[in-house]
């Protein structure tokens, strides 16, 4: 990796998460009322862009919004949160949402994906410059995130993929990818640890939620960390607050053993309160935990 190379640049989705209380899912046709409880920024990108900057790392991100309120509203959520630069805004679709129904605390999750769509391949490779992690997930366009990651490898940068949703697409992706990050579900989807290795994926990292973190390394045997004990409150955002703090990790020159620690911790931190993203997420709350082990 090039020296001159210097923090974490997040590719991926923005979109404005509204909440509605319901007691029940309603049927097909039929007018439910609710209660309205918020309005909140979100998205896999967006969420690991911020925790990627609250966890200490100097963080930018390649995302498309509408050149609407809503994103002026995610624009500054990104900012107050330290998120440096402006996001990339179109006027042909509104910036991206998610409909979320929450029902006694389970939620169905509607998402529009909206600008997201329209991040375009050339554009993604351009943000990229100058960083010496670059994360992504798939909730943008598969070609944006190819582009990107295949810049960044091109440029001596680290490149991690956060392959959710999972998508056979990701397969293609491997070869840039110097980390793969994905959940049991989407390892499985993908056709297991086994078949990422033979596809070209190196390192895989499979998240286990409460059951902690296993990293396979291709030809090793697996290295366990065990998951951080917290009062979970709302796990929503963890996965996404692991990855995040695992690029800021990264890219401040921490081996990949002790990110992991230190991703780990980041998400246990964000699931003992609610909401995707917290600002109790810092270096210091990070250090206190990772302390405490």
Not at 14 to 22: E, T
Not at 213 to 232: C, I, N, Q, T
């Amino acid at each position: 990796m090039s020296d001159s190379l210097t923090g974490v640049v997040v590719v991926g989705s923005a979109n404005l998460d509204i909440v509605v209380g319901i007691p029940r899912l309603p049927t097909l046709g039929e007018t439910l009322l609710g209660e309205a409880l918020g309005r909140f920024p979100g998205g896999k990108g967006l969420n690991q862009a911020v925790a990627s900057a609250r966890s200490g790392a100097p963080t930018r991100m390649c995302a498309m919004v509408g050149d609407d309120e809503a994103g002026d509203l995610l624009q500054a959520s990104a900012r107050d949160a330290g998120v440096i630069g402006e996001f990339r805004r179109t006027d042909a679709a509104p910036t991206g949402v998610a409909h979320i129904l929450s029902v006694h605390g389970d939620n169905s999750i509607l998402v529009a994906a909206g600008a997201n769509g329209a991040l375009a391949a050339a554009d993604a490779a351009a943000d990229v410059a100058g960083a010496s992690v670059v994360l992504a997930q798939l909730e943008v366009p598969v070609e944006a995130v190819a582009a990107a990651l295949a810049a960044a490898r091109a440029a001596g940068a680290l490149t991690i993929l956060n392959a959710a949703p999972a998508a056979e697409a990701a397969l293609a992706l491997l070869g840039d990818a110097d980390i793969l990050v994905v959940n049991e579900t989407e390892a499985d989807e993908l056709g297991g640890v086994a078949r990422l290795h033979a596809d070209g994926a190196a390192i895989v990292i499979r998240t286990l939620g409460a059951d902690g973190v296993e990293l396979h390394r291709a030809g090793e045997e697996p290295w366990y960390v065990p998951a951080f004990p917290v009062d979970a409150v709302d796990t929503t955002g963890a996965g996404d607050a692991f990855c995040g703090a695992l690029a800021a990790a990264l890219a401040g020159g921490i081996r990949l053993a002790d990110a992991l620690l230190r991703a780990a911790a980041a998400g246990a931190i964000v699931a003992s309160h609610r909401g995707a993203t917290t600002d109790a997420l810092t270096p210091d709350t990070i250090d206190a935990l990772v302390r405490g082990r």
